[in-house]
């Protein structure tokens, strides 16, 4: 495989970007990773085939990709005649997209974490010139722990979930419809961690599935076109040695699957701020003093607080305010002993009330629409045990 030096028209691009986290890789001699490479077998066997421009590339927490190899061309048959040099020369390429591969899985991300969508739009700008051949393979479990994707504090339950994620993503642009566009898409190893991480149930899977066919396909063009996205069921198999990289892994934020015992203290936002105000009023600190009081007697207990507003207010402001109300929320609880192990979300927009309206937070109204709204306009403090 050589270096492309003016790629021909109509020739086809494809760039492979690989999951070097550690949920992925592993994390020790004990521990060894998962090997994507055999489950790439018949992709990249396709992607010589047709004689593509290749980049690739190892990406983790950050959003800066680590290209391996950039502007390869895979053309074993250009300027060979000779049907057997043609063979032996494509040949050569397989095995050297094949090694390239190999070496980007073995390299070490340089922050800890996944950042799936930063790797999805980063491969979505490699197209410029590419003729009709446009193609984005990413070999990753899917764990994305950071940004509007950030699975840490997913149920892993229900497609609702799934909805807000992608509403989320699209209200902050994290994705846009020309993220990928005419770029087809496969995902490769979806809820296949490596050994001695948190495993998924079948249920929990078909559910991280769907959420990225969902986000891959929020990032083409709609209508929708078959085979723009596709994640096959590939297995990946365990790795036959650890990662041999002389340099130490950062450690990365852990997605337990939701199987951890939680714990949820819906706060009305009407009793913590006044209206339109990330300010957490002084009246509300006894309920948050409670609740800190019962978490301080946890042990290794992870916080997460969920921001939400209803769909009156601004919707330009509706994400922000919630981040900052959550943010509010987080500070006090800080304030109160709760140091460690906190993390804030805003959500924006509520999509329903989680609790029957007659139970909704009591402010005083006899309205049941007004008590929805309240119910809505929330912040959630989740523990999880």
């Not at 050569?92 to 070490?108: G, P, W």
């Not at 922000?320 to 609880?333: E, F, G, H, I, P």
């Not at 005083?364 to 403090?381: F, I, K, W, Y």
């Amino acid at each position: 495989m050589s270096r492309d030096v003016g790629a021909a028209n109509g020739q086809g691009r494809t760039v492979i970007l690989v999951d070097t986290s550690a949920s992925l890789r592993g994390t020790s001699p004990t521990t060894p990773g998962r090997d994507g490479g055999r489950a790439l077998t018949d992709l990249v066997t396709r992607v010589v085939a047709d004689k593509d421009i290749v980049a690739v590339g190892a990406f983790g927490g950050s959003s800066d990709i680590a290209w391996i190899r950039q502007g390869m061309t895979t053309d074993w048959a250009k300027g060979i005649a000779n049907g057997t040099n043609r063979n032996n020369r494509r040949q050569q390429a397989l095995d050297c997209l094949t090694a390239t591969i190999t070496e980007t899985r073995e390299s070490v991300p340089r922050q800890g974490g996944t950042d799936v969508l930063a790797a999805l739009r980063a491969g979505g700008t490699g197209f410029a010139d590419a003729g009709a051949g446009r193609r984005l393979i990413v070999l990753t479990d899917g764990l994305t722990t950071s940004g509007c994707a950030d699975l840490r504090p997913a149920g892993f339950r229900e497609d609702s979930e799934i909805d807000a994620v992608s509403r989320v993503c699209l209200e902050r642009q994290e994705i846009t419809e020309r993220t990928l566009a005419s770029v087809r898409t496969v995902l490769v190893g979806l809820g296949q961690p490596a050994e001695g991480q948190p495993t998924p149930t079948a249920a929990q899977s078909a559910w991280l599935k769907r959420l990225w066919l969902r986000l891959c396909t929020d990032a083409h063009p709609t209508p929708a076109v078959e085979g723009d996205c596709v994640a096959p069921d590939t297995p990946l198999t365990n790795e036959s040695k650890a990662p041999t990289a002389s340099v130490t892994p950062p450690a990365d934020p852990v997605v337990r699957f939701g199987q951890n015992r939680r714990t949820t203290y819906p706060l009305s936002q009407v009793a913590l701020f006044a209206p339109g105000s990330p300010t957490v009023l002084r009246q509300a600190r006894p309920q948050l003093e409670d609740i800190a009081v019962r978490v301080r007697s946890v042990p290794g207990a992870e916080v997460q607080v969920h921001g939400y507003v209803d769909p009156r207010g601004d919707p330009g402001n509706n994400q922000q305010l919630s981040q900052d109300r959550a943010d509010a929320v987080k500070a006090v609880l800080g304030e109160l002993g709760m140091t460690n192990n906190v993390t804030a979300y805003g959500h924006g927009v509520a999509d329903d009330c989680p609790q029957p309206i007659a139970e909704a937070p009591n402010t005083g109204s006899t309205n049941a629409a007004d008590r929805e709204l309240q119910c809505r306009r929330r912040v959630d403090v989740v523990v999880i045990e």
